[in-house]
Every structure is written in C-alpha cells, then in structure tokens.
C-alpha cells in the first residue's frame, strides 16, 4: 500500500474532462509539500508532467493542470485525447519518513 | 540536449550484488541531485533513494538501508547504484533521475535488472 492514495483506474471518452485524485496525509501533502505528477506511456520511462504549484514542463499542453487542498491533491485533464491514455502517478515528500513518496499509479484509459 | 544514459540489462543470481550506472551530459552534473526509481513488473514507481553529486550526501529509503549504496563521479558525470544481497522481488526496470523531492525532470532510460537462479 502507498503512502499516496490514488484511484486505480479512471476513463472519459475524447473531449472530456477526468480528473485524478491523490490522498495523502499531515506529514507529506498535508505539511504543505507539493504533490507532482508524471505520466508513463506504455513501455517507456514516466515523463513529468506538473511540478511544484502547476508548473508545466516544455511541451506539455495546457490541457494537464493540478489542484491541491488539504492532505490531497489533484490531476486535471481536459479535451482527453487517445494519446493521453497512459499511467499517471502523484509523488510528494514525507517528513515522517524522510523520503519521496509515489502513488500507486492510476491507468488512464480513454473509451 | 540534457539526458541520463543508462548501463545495459543485467542477469544476476539470487544473493549476487548489481551495479547500474547513470551518465549525465548536457548540464552541470553536480547542480542537480539523482534519485533512483525502480519499477518492478507490472508495479508502480518505488523511491530507492537520492544523492548529491556536489557533497556526496545520500538518503535512502528505509526499506533498502544496508544494501543500496548510491555513488557519484563528477569527474565523468556519473551515478551508480549498487545493490547487494539480490532477491527475486529486486527484479525490476531501475532508473536514475535528475531532481528529487521538488520534482524529477530527466529520465534515464531505465535499465532492467532479473534476478533468477
């Protein structure tokens, strides 16, 4: 079980708009530590998607945006696209542990 | 272009030591530190931990203390990670990554490591 709770699964048809979740906790999210969010393709390396307080790397759309409230925050998608189906995955620091916590990973899939 | 080259796929035997390394080029090695990302098959993404190339500190995730060491060699711009004591459940696709807790921005191209007799 992950520190970061995410939902395994979600779909939307094209145009849509899905969101995932990531539920965490007082000492990782909660404690004001970013959540970020990468996307993996099938068989390739994950690609970040959103880092810090919804920064977009080069090249990625406008389309990917991120929320945070409380212990948990959010990835937002809009206009779903059938190149968007990939897993995505939430990751923020925990002070309890001292280290980098992923979420579990949430499979994208675009009906 | 910014980019993490990863040494090639390993066979190993159960209680053998791997040695995976990770070469950066195309930025300031030591101004980023490296974490290390491995994904067993058909599982999600595990933190094995991080290290500065600038002063050598490291942080390893507890469930790995005692058989993962994390090196660097800024005279070539490289990381390692060595891990000891293989198991069947260490077969994996490792990573190495520039960044850490603020974000991980660059991937290595992974390299898969299988542990079997």
Known sequence: ?111 | QVQLVQSGAEVKKPGASVKVSCKASGYTFATYGVTWVRQAPGQGLEWMGWISPYNGKTNYAQKLQGRVTMTTDTSTSTAYMELRSLRSDDTAVYHCVRGGMNGMDVWGQGTTVTVSS
């Open chain 1, 1 to 111: 079980q992950s520190v970061l709770t995410q939902p395994p699964s979600v779909s939307g048809a094209p145009g849509q708009r899905v969101t995932i979740s990531c539920t965490g906790s007082s000492s990782n999210i909660g404690a004001g530590y970013d959540a970020h969010w990468y996307q993996q393709l099938p068989g390739i390396a994950p690609k970040l998607l959103i880092y810090g307080n919804g920064n977009r790397p080069s090249g990625v759309p406008d389309r990917f945006s991120c929320a945070k409230s409380g212990t948990s925050a959010s990835l937002a998608i809009t206009g779903l696209q059938a190149e968007d189906e990939a897993d995505y995955y939430c990751q923020s620091y925990d002070s309890s542990l001292s280290a980098v916590v992923f979420g579990g990973g949430t499979k994208l899939t675009v009906l």
